[in-house]
């Protein structure tokens, strides 16, 4: 499966390592389906940020989707 | 759902049955959909109906003596429409629209005796059919008594155009024929089957002299023989009449080549009865718009007047009233259909489960239904049917399940006999919404009822398992149930008072050997409390929730009572029986949310007046919709001094979840001097929200509780992430099936919250 990035640069650092996040391979998972996005993720600890648009949009559409399945 | 049940479902809604004029007609003419065509002045579209389903337009839409006019729906509220003078304005106005196909040629030989109309129609319909058709006449060409009218009421191009479509369709005409006995008895002999135009030949020899034709089929004691046509019984020559016998002779010879049964199922063909229910109630009478010129007919103008007087009959009664049908834009037969469809996908997505989850199972289309027709019984059933195969989805029911299990908890839960008691005569049951709504109210009303009631008022805080009940998971249900019935064993069966009509109607369905009764009945037997109260400055528009659709003596309770209370109060132009739901029933505000605001917004505005009602969550939904509404224990209970019930704000998921919380803590201390299990350590985390960011919160379904979990989570591991400019915080956190987001902000005592948000999809070090 090829990679969706929503990678997109933001302002939020990563308070535990002190360092900015970068773009990152992440497995994402619901429902016996797993997805490897691209997100911004903390090179230090890993911590993924999950934007407000993408967790209200994209996400949740396919969320809704693998649910009707 | 099987497709018995299926079938048995489909057949109970009319809607898709004919309107009265169809019926009436012999032939089923769409009238309704000429009459709309008309109407937006497609003449073209007007004649392609026609087209559709008469054999001869030019002739049989200028001749028809329109059988069908009394029947119109119309005709009730003012005159039936001029459907015979309309037709003839579009015939003469247009031309061929649509020409229907001819199947190919499927052998069988047939000879028409006679061409007048019947025996026309029949060679047309035969010839269509792919049976090779011969139309045999004495005369010099066909139209039998047509012949004879005057061009006004017949031009002469009406029988060209006929000979025409005929040739066009294969069928031989042979004009100056004999049909003397002899040549009877030998084409007999030469066809397959014959049909008899009464009208154009009389009487013939051999199989044709005597005997009546069998009304059904037409079939004559000799097999293959046909006849029909000619005058009716009155002695009155009818045309629709002749294309009637025409076709139903037509459709008999197609079946005796076939060889199958000449009358089985053919009680739909000719004139026949509907089921069809059109409610015209709130429509104006109107008056036929004749043509002002008798003689011209119909000018566009007033054909598209007249026309625009039909009803478009139909039933839709239930859609008419209901914003979830609407919403889908589907009426009961299509909606089961799709849901039977829904149940059947193996592999694909299953489209129609948001539709599926969203009826607030309120029942009010049975109440309207002439036939009863049970949506909510559908939906309900599938979605168990969803759960037990799995296909449910998890997110439409997770969060109410999530808040029926909070009540059911420790947190909420109580059961006790009244201070001083060691028995209970009766049980005061206010349901979680009352709880979560309006803590205050559930204190007064027990207090006034543990004083005023003899041998003992004990007290059960909790849920009824509704939810679970309308989610599809009769696992939980049962287990809820069960829990409830062991409770009341254990508190020595006293009778149960519920204040909530969704309580009362669980019981009564599913624990009918409990004694139960509403809080309004015993309350309306009362004498009620003293003081000076509150009283509204306008008269209120009384909302009975759609759970109490069943509960009479509920109902008549609160009406005693407002009037007891000197509460002026004014029916909305629907409540009673036949009450909407406020979009919290079947949990349709959590499968489809825009819709259950539209359902508040459309039962607060079935009355422009502020609202009362006696159920909680009809009070906080039409509250959150905007509307004021008090809840009638306010004007029950509450001082002069209090504040006006009718601006009371939906507290909102986090504060129920507070209120039912606090109201066990709150009775615990103050009635029976115990305290309560300790509170989780995040629980003590001072939040500040601003408005807007807790309505924002709710309608994500983001309670405060999973904040607290959030900053709790956070602020313990170091693990947030910090916005450099603001100096933001933002952390997720996955307590159960969700991750939620909060962006906050530590302030002196506690934390500032700006925004919060969720998903369901699992991120790599998240576990559950
Ligand atoms: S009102 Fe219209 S649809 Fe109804 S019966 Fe009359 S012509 Fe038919
Ligand atoms: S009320 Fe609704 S369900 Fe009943 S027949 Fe009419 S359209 Fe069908
Ligand atoms: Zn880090």
Known sequence: ?????????????????NRPLEPAEVKVTYLNSVFTVELMVCPGCGFVLVPESLAVGKMLEVEQLLEDK | MDQLQLRELEARCIQEEQPFCTAACPIH?????????????????????????????EILGRLCDAPCRPFCKRGEIGDPLAIGSLERFCVSR?????????????????????????GMTAALDLARKGRPATLITPDDDIGGRLRSLPAEILPGEALAQARTILAGYGVTVMTATSLDDAAVTNLIDQYDAVYCDRDAVGALAGPFAAGEPDPLSLA??????????????DGNYSVIKQVEDGRRAALSIERFLQKVSLTAQRDKEGSCATRMVTVIDGIAPAAEIPPADPAQGYTPAEARAEAGRCILCECMECVKQCVYLREYKEYPKTLVRRIYNNLAIVQGTRNANKMINACSLCGQCTVIC?????????????????????????????????????????????????????????????????????????????????????????????????????????????????????????????????ACSSCLSVFREFAPDLAVTSLWEVLDGLELPAGERR?????????????????????????????????????????????????????MQFANQPLGTKAALVKAGRSRRDGLAYCAMCRDNLAAAGRPVAHLLDYLFAAAADPDPLARANPGFSGRHENRARLKERLLASLWQETSVARPAHAAIPLLIAPEVAALLDSRLILEEDVRKVIEHAERSGRYLIHPGTGHRLASFRPVRVTYWIEYETIDRGFRIHNGYSHRMRLPEETP
């Open chain 1, 1 to 17: 499966m090829s990679t969706f990035s929503f990678a997109e640069a933001t302002a939020w650092q990563c308070a535990g390592c």
């Open chain 2, 29 to 57: 003419v769409d009238v309704r959909a000429f009459m709309a065509a008309l109407a937006r002045d497609d003449v073209r579209g007007a004649r392609k109906v026609l087209d559709r389903t008469m054999p001869f337009p």
């Open chain 2, 94 to 118: 247009t031309q061929t629209m649509v020409k229907l196909p001819k199947l190919p040629n499927k052998g069988g030989k047939v000879a028409v005796f006679g061409a007048g109309l019947s």
């Open chain 2, 220 to 233: 004559l004691a000799q097999d293959g023989c046909f006849a029909g046509g000619g005058l009716g019984t």
């Open chain 2, 370 to 498: 002439p036939h009863d027709f049970p949506v909510a019984e559908v939906c309900r059933s599938t979605r168990q049917e969803m759960v037990a195969t799995g296909h449910m989805p998890p997110s439409p029911h997770d969060f109410a399940l999530e808040d029926m299990r909070f009540s059911q908890s420790e947190a909420c839960r109580l059961s006790r006999h009244q201070p001083g008691h060691d028995a209970s005569r009766f049980l005061f049951y206010p349901g979680c919404q009352l709880a979560g709504s309006a803590p205050d109210l559930v204190v007064r009303a027990y207090e006034f009822l543990s004083g005023n009631l003899t041998g003992g008022v004990g007290l059960m805080l909790g849920c009824c398992g509704i939810p679970a009940h309308w989610a599809g998971q009769q696992a939980l249900f049962a287990e809820t149930l069960d829990g409830f019935r062991a409770e009341v064993a254990q508190m020595g069966r006293p009778t149960l008072i519920a």
């Open chain 2, 535 to 587: 009283r509204p400055e306008a008269a209120l528009a009384l909302h009975d929730p759609c759970t109490a659709r069943y509960q009479d003596g509920v109902r008549t309770s609160v009406r005693s009572l407002c009037a007891k209370l000197g509460l002026a109060v004014v029916e909305p132009a629907l409540g009673g029986e036949l009450a909407d739901c406020c979009g919290y029933g079947g949990l």
